[in-house]
DNA sequence: TTCATTGCAAAAGTTTTGCACGTGC
DNA sequence: GCACGTGCAAAACTTTTGCAATGAA
């Protein structure tokens, strides 16, 4: 995406459009790899080596209160990061940590009377088909 | 459960019924608040001082592999654990953190073929009617 | 007996915090 | 100008690791 482009969509949400959220925005949106914080820094780093860590986590955090991104919590330690924020689910191969966006319908919930439901995830977890065939050899 | 019962349950599964093992899933199965480690860990601690926080962490690991418990990976952070192994979403309050269960069916993916799924979870999250109420006040 | 599990301390890693400084609006 | 974001270092946490000692089968 552009950096007009996002300037425009933070400034809708009245989103404060510094330099290091472009970055970091830029970057998730570029690379559909549901990267965690650690590689979202290091690479944001190359073409910006003044940016800090803490900026980087402050960043993700406020890019995803303000629905800019998804956070992906779906292996229990890093937190990864999706800016595809249409409804899809996450499998993440338990050989290679690989993280996969597929199709499924949103889940209907039963017994939630009471409940304000602002975010609905669905996780799988398995082997994916590269590691399927390395385990097959 | 009884620790005969749990004992006879784990052997069942050629799963070895050490003393340890067997406090951290009793307190898992009789306490469905969906604990962290630490919480298991104080708590086990309680009635037996001389666990380790390791062995804890060792525990819970093996009892997800042997499919005695579930991983609970909702809040990013710690990872939470359960005994109730039949399917059910979850529903984490972003105000007070509680974990709730929920009725859901099981949500079927599409364009997986080459994957082998071993677990599937939903995970929803917002505002829970306590906290609810007490926004409104 | 034997090998998996335990326990300790230390390490590794991610995320948070406090506070002074800088900057978008 | 002012509120909010940034940056640094240090802290707080959870989880992992290495290795000797222990104990379940």
């Given at each position: 995406?552009?950096?007009?482009?996002?300037?425009?969509?933070?400034?809708?949400?009245?989103?404060?459009?510094?330099?290091?959220?472009?970055?970091?925005?830029?970057?998730?949106?570029?690379?559909?790899?549901h990267?965690?914080?650690?590689?979202?820094?290091?690479?944001?780093?190359?073409?910006?080596?003044?940016?800090?860590?803490?900026?980087?986590?402050?960043?993700?955090?406020?890019?995803?209160?303000?629905?800019?991104?998804?956070?992906v919590?779906i292996?229990?330690?890093?937190?990864h990061?999706?800016?595809?924020?249409?409804?899809?689910?996450h499998?993440i191969?338990?050989?290679?940590?690989e993280i996969y966006?597929?199709?499924?319908?949103?889940?209907?919930?039963?017994?939630?009377?009471?409940?304000?439901?602002?975010?609905?995830?669905?996780?799988?977890?398995?082997?994916?088909?590269?590691?399927?065939?390395?385990?097959?050899?």
């Amino acid at each position: 995406m552009r950096t007009e482009q996002i300037i425009s969509i933070f400034k809708e949400k009245h989103f404060r459009a510094t330099p290091q959220r472009i970055a970091v925005y830029k970057y998730v949106y570029g690379h559909r790899t549901h990267p965690d914080a650690s590689q979202i820094y290091e690479s944001v780093l190359k073409s910006n080596p003044s940016f800090s860590k803490t900026t980087v986590y402050n960043a993700l955090k406020s890019l995803c209160e303000s629905g800019f991104l998804i956070p992906v919590t779906i292996d229990g330690d890093k937190i990864h990061y999706d800016a595809n924020i249409n409804f899809h689910g996450h499998f993440i191969c338990s050989e290679c940590g690989e993280i996969y966006d597929f199709d499924v319908p949103e889940p209907v919930g039963k017994g939630l009377n009471g409940f304000t439901v602002t975010r609905k995830d669905v996780y799988y977890s398995g082997i994916c088909p590269d590691c399927n065939n390395k385990l097959k050899n």
